[in-house]
């Protein structure tokens, strides 16, 4: 017997005397079960992460330019609950340089658009399953390790998220990757500056994103 013919002899033992009509439904059907037994029981829940439209650099009351506003959007395409416990993101300048952020709050826009401030401090954020969220994060320069100095060209950035996980130890499982183009003029804007009364976006245009 070849393997055809035992093949069509197991299919003959499994299903009896069903017509082949009764035969596609089914395995139609138990595919169905185990595509949602995999989704309800096995699936890992999932996060991905979405830029929005710029990367808002933020010049400090400092005046130095160690932070930068992130709106993004959330997504959850698991049958789980999953839980954002935090977010890091790696900055890699024109000269090849690697600077290192952490969220450190959540802020919202004030009436009219054009200025932000502080909402919360940074707290897990659960998303129900098949769900989104909009969340606006800033990010500071990670303590003791410097920012940039920001000069014109091409920069990338990753964003780095634990998902389910609560020990920042642990490998992270999110990962987001966008480029960003510092023109000259918003160079200058952002080259030696003087203490501000109140922090400043300077917006940048994503340009390209994975």
């Not at 037994?37 to 009351?61: M, T």
């Not at 969220?103 to 129900?128: H, M």
């Not at 499982?173 to 200058?188: G, R, T, W, Y």
């Amino acid at each position: 017997m070849d393997k055809t013919e035992y093949a069509l002899a197991m299919l003959e033992r499994f299903f009896g005397n069903l017509s082949p009509f009764q035969v596609v439904v089914s395995v139609v059907a138990l595919a169905t079960g185990a595509y949602t037994f995999y989704k309800s029981f096995l699936q890992r829940a999932k996060l991905s992460l979405f830029p929005g439209d710029a990367v808002r650099l933020v010049i400090l009351k400092s005046g130095s330019v160690s932070a930068f506003n992130l709106m993004c959007n959330i997504v959850n395409t698991s049958m789980k609950t999953a839980t954002l416990h935090r977010l890091e993101a790696e900055v890699v300048t024109p000269s090849r340089e690697e600077y290192r952020f952490a969220w450190s709050l959540f802020y919202r826009y004030l009436e009219g658009g054009s200025t932000v401030q502080k909402e919360t401090d940074i707290y897990p954020v659960a998303v129900a399953r098949q769900d989104s969220k909009l969340l606006f994060v800033q990010f500071k320069a990670v303590p003791g390790i410097p920012s940039p100095n920001w000069p014109d060209g091409r920069y990338k950035f990753t964003v780095f998220g634990w998902v389910n996980r609560n020990d920042k130890r642990t490998s992270s499982n999110l990962n987001a990757k966008f480029h960003i183009d510092i023109s000259p003029e918003k160079a200058q804007q952002l080259g030696p500056l003087q203490p501000q009364k109140k922090p400043v976006e300077i917006p940048i245009p994503v340009v390209e994103w994975s």
